[in-house]
């Protein structure tokens, strides 16, 4: 069982920048793929970014150049540094957790990110 808690959402103006953070529990935490999803108001939840346990890493076209996931093993905890942020940007953002492609995956309460134009 993984637990997962995001933190670092907020209110920010366009081209700003905010630091997400998900903290997993459990001692299996490195042989997990993590990654940050988000959900916008009457939109279908999408990938961000992905991390693999060997730190392979996938970003969405929308935030290449942007965004930066990464990871810290000995914290548990993995970090998405967003930059320039746009107002489509605006979602909840999710943390997931996930052992292989044929485990149920994890998934934090959510983070709120709005930026205003």
């Known amino acids: 069982q993984v637990q997962l808690v995001e933190s670092g959402g907020g209110l920010v103006q366009a081209g700003g920048s905010l630091r997400l953070s998900c903290v997993a529990s459990?001692?299996?935490?490195?042989?997990?793929?993590m990654g940050w999803y988000r959900q916008a108001p009457g939109k279908q939840r999408e990938s961000v970014a992905v991390?693999?346990?060997?730190?392979?890493?996938n970003y969405a076209d929308s935030v290449k150049g942007r965004f930066t996931i990464s990871r810290d093993n000995a914290e548990n905890t993995v970090y998405l540094q967003m930059n320039s942020l746009k107002p489509e940007d605006t979602a909840v953002y999710y943390c997931?957790?996930?052992?292989?492609?044929?485990?149920?995956?994890?998934w934090g309460q959510g983070t709120q990110v709005t930026v205003s134009s």
């Open positions: 997931n957790a996930v052992r292989n492609i044929f485990a149920v995956p994890y």
């Open positions: 459990g001692s299996s935490y490195r042989f997990y793929a």
């Open positions: 991390i693999t346990s060997s730190s392979n890493i």
